[in-house]
């Protein structure tokens, strides 16, 4: 499991921007992006390297930010792969709630927010590689 930040960001022109200005101000690499919008407001997810560091930078600005855990399972890159781990899932039980894309290090990878107590197990049983928060982390760029 890898930590995300859910972030609500008011409907107004330029709060995406100036979220990921706060973000990159704070030297944090976003690897992933999903954004909702609803009428007031837009629900955007973050999967970055520095979770924490990033959590700390927009709640000293005053945003409504949350950690939550997700699965990121890499996958092929053809029709099926994430049919694929969602049969899987679906195969024990486990209820999924929201799921997203994303290229990492070149990888697709699946982000995927779900419920059941057996969800990492599964997916090892079932030889789905999981992305951990080390290779999340080693995957930010680093400056010579």
Known sequence: M???????????????????????????????????????????????DKPFQAYEALSDRSYNVAITQVVAVVVDNVPGGLARVLDQLAGVGCSVQYAYCCSIEGKTVDIIKVEGDLVQEQLRQADFRQLTTEELNASAPTEE
Do not use: N, W, Y
Request: include cysteine.
């Open 2 to 48: 890898i930590d995300q930040l859910t972030v609500f960001l008011p409907d107004e022109m330029g709060s995406l921007a100036k979220m990921t200005h706060v973000l990159s101000g704070s030297d944090i690499q976003i690897h992933g992006l999903m954004v909702a919008d609803a009428s007031d407001f837009s629900l955007v997810r973050v999967i970055c």
